[in-house]
């Protein structure tokens, strides 16, 4: 199938972000105000500006809105809290539906903040992270449970954003893991779609989506050898993209491995989000075209357009068809 072709179902269908759904802080700071505090005389960072974007699942999400779905919503656990607030009213100007969302006292909400220098609009300051270190507190996971036994039959696509890189945390509990396992091949026509910084190998009859570091680091930890066909089978999943940055994904599956390039990008100006965005283009095309090879193809073609936005960008179907058009480009 055609890039029009396959965005031209998209509108057809409805999508749900299951997961981490976290803000992204982008604070613009002015190096030429950063004086010592009169107080105690700590360097500050004065920050100018500040911008904020659903990040984690919530960019993955965003990313899907771009491209045309019909419907898209984010299960998950937002914070009652300042940062809390920012992140429903991003999800919500975009459109994402936050129905499902649990919100609760128990936890900060999951938040990123980039520092970024106003005189060369490089990010060149720690990062500061708002984690959860300890567990999801039972009554928000039994929301999360229950919620999504209830709505699986809504969606056509189910994307996993397994973000948290701490042992616990995060939404994605053994618990949660567990019942996706359970509904995905209970729903076959469905697409379940996982992707995770640290737990990859944990997950069990899904789609896996690793970058080429954490299937490397999970097939080490497993085996002792990298073996991507070892790592799929082990998690019984019935496919594996593996994304390799610059150089395409790698698909794998029962008949084996195939290596779909990606078209070339010249100086990306930024690749965070990369990931977010190829699972969001290729979970959408697997489910209009069954095809692992041609949804590769069309998840890199999404994120060549990403990478070349500052942030954690989206691509419009416009900019679709104009890559598609322009391969070498």
Not at 30 to 43: Q, W
Not at 81 to 108: K, N, Y
Not at 211 to 221: G, L, M, T, Y
Request: net charge negative; charged share 20%.
């Amino acid at each position: 199938m055609t890039a029009a072709e396959i965005l031209a179902q998209f509108p057809k269908l409805s999508a749900l972000v299951v997961g981490d759904i976290c803000l992204d802080r982008w604070c613009t700071y002015d190096p030429a105000a950063s004086e010592p505090s009169r107080e105690t005389g700590i360097p500050r960072i004065a920050v100018a500006g500040t911008e904020v974007t659903p990040g984690a699942g919530g960019t993955v999400a965003s990313n899907l809105l771009a491209l045309g779905v019909r419907t898209v919503g984010v299960l998950g656990a937002i914070g009652q809290d300042g940062f809390g607030l920012e992140l429903s009213h991003a999800l919500a100007t975009r459109g994402i539906s936050l129905e499902l969302c649990v919100r609760t006292p128990a936890m900060q909400t999951f938040t990123y903040t980039k520092l970024i220098n106003a005189q060369t609009g490089i990010e060149d300051q720690p990062r500061l992270d708002f984690i959860n270190t300890a567990p999801l507190a039972p009554a928000v996971e039994r929301q999360i449970l229950d919620s999504l036994q209830m709505a699986v039959e809504s969606f056509d696509v189910i994307l996993i954003a397994d973000q948290a890189e701490t042992s616990q945390g995060g939404v994605i509990t053994p618990a949660v893991r567990n019942l996706l396992s359970e509904l995905a091949p209970q729903y076959p026509e469905r697409i379940f779609f996982a992707d995770s910084r640290a737990r990859i190998h944990l997950f069990r009859n899904v789609i896996l989506k690793p970058n080429r570091q954490e299937a490397e680091s999970a097939s080490r930890a497993l085996f002792g050898r990298v073996d991507f066909e070892a790592l799929r089978r082990h998690a019984e999943a019935p496919l594996m993209f593996v994304t390799l940055g610059a150089e395409g994904a790698l698909v794998v599956g029962e008949s084996g491995e195939t290596w779909v390039r990606s078209r070339p990008a010249a100086n990306p100006v930024d690749i965070c989000g990369a990931g977010d965005s190829f699972s969001a283009g290729a979970s959408l095309a697997l489910r209009v075209t069954g095809s692992p090879d041609e949804a590769a193809r069309f998840g890199n073609l999404v994120a060549s357009i990403t990478i070349m936005k500052r942030g954690t960008g989206t691509a419009s179907p416009q900019e679709v068809l104009a890559a598609y058009a322009n391969p070498g480009d």
